[in-house]
């Protein structure tokens, strides 16, 4: 059985792969450029905005890794989708974000009420906030002024390690678990506020992190002083405001009932990651 991941270098589809090659299942990367990726297992190129990269990347596939990109019509996804059910995919697992099932407009949730209607195997992971957002996007606050700058006020999240979330995801597309339901959330173990992850950052880095919860729109002039798109900080501040308002602090048991593990803590992560922090 081979496996399609398609984001194969993102910060979850890296994590798909890592998890599927030890399996020894067939495992094929669909990335833009397939020269330039340094992956151990077969690339391909694929593009969800161009068909014609379709047929090659589904050639003697049965499952199939599916991601979101940004910028991308939700459409492409679904017409991609089809596809492969046409040509015999049998498994489907799309990566969502937490609160789909209770956010029609979002366009995660539009993908994921097409794949329930799609005539095979489809999971919809619905991922809460990732760590790797703290050691990606907002690593250079933490690094160059030990803080960690976003405003979510007292919101709490239930952070998760994305490399937990792909671990589930290889385990469904391996077939070795299966879903009761077409949907299944994913955190980790705790609800943190920032103010208690920066508590745990401190610890773990044995300095002082502060939390100083900036406005909406000292966060902007900081994002767009680091040269960020307006889109991607219009993005954030969308997120943000979800976990300002209470709608993020649920956490569920899924991924231990799934790994047959503990999902990874926030200290852990920041121990493992503790380079990336440092200034």
Request: aromatic share 8%; hydrophobic share 45%; net charge negative.
């Amino acid at each position: 059985m081979t496996v399609l991941v398609t984001g194969a270098t993102g910060t979850v589809g890296s994590a798909v792969v890592t998890e599927l090659v030890p399996t020894e299942l067939p495992v094929r990367a669909g990335v833009r450029d397939p020269t330039a990726t340094g992956l151990s297992v077969e690339t391909v190129a694929f593009d969800y905005t161009k068909p014609e990269t379709w047929g090659d990347a589904l050639d003697g596939v049965e499952a199939v890794f599916l991601m979101f990109p940004p910028g991308v019509a939700p459409s492409r996804v679904t017409d991609f989708a089809d596809a492969a059910v046409r040509t015999g995919v049998e498994r489907l697992v799309f990566l969502s974000v937490l609160g789909a099932g209770k956010l029609p407009v979002l366009p995660h949730r539009r993908i994921e009420r097409h794949l329930e209607r799609l005539d095979t195997e489809t999971a919809a992971l619905r991922a809460a906030y990732f760590m790797q957002n703290l050691s990606g996007i907002h690593s250079p606050e933490i690094r160059e002024k030990s803080e960690l700058f976003v405003p979510a006020g007292e919101g709490r999240l239930g952070f998760v390690d994305a490399r937990d979330v792909g671990a589930v995801a290889a385990r469904l597309l391996s077939g070795e678990r299966r879903l009761d339901g077409p949907a299944v959330t994913l955190t980790g173990p705790t609800a943190l506020s920032f103010a208690e992850a920066a508590t745990v950052f401190s610890a773990e880095l044995d300095r002082e992190i502060t939390y100083p919860d900036p406005s909406r729109r000292a966060f902007v002039r900081r994002m767009r002083d680091r040269g960020l798109s307006s889109g991607f900080i219009l993005f954030m501040l969308a997120e943000y405001q979800a976990t300002r308002f209470g709608l993020t602090a649920r956490t569920t048991d899924t991924v231990a009932a799934l790994l047959d593990r503990e999902p990874r803590t926030l200290a852990q992560f920041v121990a493992e990651y503790r380079e990336q922090f440092r200034p």
